[in-house]
């Protein structure tokens, strides 16, 4: 049965919805397993006070899609997403009313990735949800409605999304732009949502940043009342984020469709990605065709291991189907299928080398070789060195930054030196510091506090300390993180040295322990 969206809203309490937010959705899923925001959620709760409101800039980094397109995602300053947080915690009951206002007359859910109750994570939100018993499919009942046959699908996307979200749309979302107008600058709760939006991006009234996960659900304040104009003049879709699927009875009507959706979007100064609009003639498979195929290989009987000749032919498959739709999500559905079979030895081999060899090709695959190679084909510390010495010279000729986080993250994780700082570490280390890349400057001193060697260690820490002082002197902001975590006690001020008085870390314990000896 498909549930109600206001059925997961309702289970969600105050306090639920904060820690969520702020302990399990600070950091973008892209990056390495290096940082959490747990200890600092936990110093919030000790707090008698509030942190002070000011305009603050964050930390940006670059991802790689799977349709080969670079995203610019956000890491936003911590004390300025927590007044976020605090925030939409404060405003709640509120907020549940609107989205219940909004979606209580749909009998079946257009939007199907939102926030929701995760029970043993204390996450609240996931791009991707498995449950089809809570979920339900309503595509199928789509195909078919009180008015006929459904023989035409529009599938559109509203273009730059977040980042194209007008921070003032959302109080015209929550109360109507007309009331929202003549409240400009009162205290009023849905003016503090806007306020601490545009303080968060360094007083800009345009954009959320993608990565942290209030993003998602500013952006459903929004485009929930979108669902409800289009719905209510008959049309039946859903939406994923924002990306929709309509099913309809011709193509007159899928054109009048895409001018609705449009209008629309066009009342909260949202435009529609006309570049990836298809109109598409029914039926056609319900599930993606190279889905379909992949889950029926490879070939096996379940109570055999799958072999050599088998694994080969299936990663041909997922090769071929990925290239020719240009959708690497295929081979990230492959991967993690494998991992889910019983391998020979010799498959195990091919298909960690094969695995491996695509990532280097495909950086948009880094994040999954730990869990879903390294770790179930007990791949040696060797050949995951050479991996990640190979990712790191591939990567410093294009100066993707995102696949050297990960070369290094699996050298301080795996415990070897790399290549390129073994040769010549000062060079390496000029090339980190050029990139003038928050993120790298802060794992690459991770990396030089993990290596032993006294003296050498020292020195090679020096200079990114004394750059972390420049830093913390001219951009803080855009740099908090590594200067942070690279700085003592007696080299903060403000809220940064009390909270680093109290020992308190963005970087997990793990990596802390190994590092530190602890």
Known sequence: MDKKYIEFIDEISPDELYEGLLGHGFWPDKLPPIFTSIQFLNYCKTKSNSFNAEWSEYITFRVTRNIGIPRIMGIPNPFQYERMCAELRDDWQYLKLHFREQTENQNYRISRIHIRKERETGRIFEMNYKDWKVDGNPELDLLIHDKGPSRIMVKADISTCFPSIYTHSIPWALVGKDVAKQNIGRACWYNRIDEVCSVMKNGETHGLLIGPHASNLLSEIILVVVDKELYNKGYR?????????????????????????ESALNKFDLL??????????????????????????????????VKYPQVNTYIDAALKLATNTGNMAILNYAIKKLKSLRLSTPAKILASKRLMHMAVIYPYLLPLMEEYVFDPYQVDINTIKGFSDTIYREAMKVNDYTSLYYAIYFAIHFDFVLEVFDEDWSRAQDYVIESQDCLLLVITWLYFMKQNGGRRRATQLRRLNNLAKE???????????????????GNLSGEWQSMKHADISFIKSDIRNCIFDI
């Open 237 to 261: 879709y859903i939406r994923h984020i924002d990306d929709y699927e309509c099913y309809l009875d011709s193509y007159d009507a899928a054109q009048t469709f895409l001018r609705d959706l």
């Open 272 to 305: 529609l990605n006309h570049k990836k609009t298809q109109v598409i003639s029914l039926p056609i498979g319900v599930d993606n065709d190279w889905k379909n195929i992949l889950r029926d290989l490879p070939y096996v009987n379940v109570s055999e291991k």
């Open 471 to 489: 830093l913390k002197r001219s951009d803080m902001n855009r740099y908090w993180l590594f200067c942070y975590e690279a700085l003592t006690f």
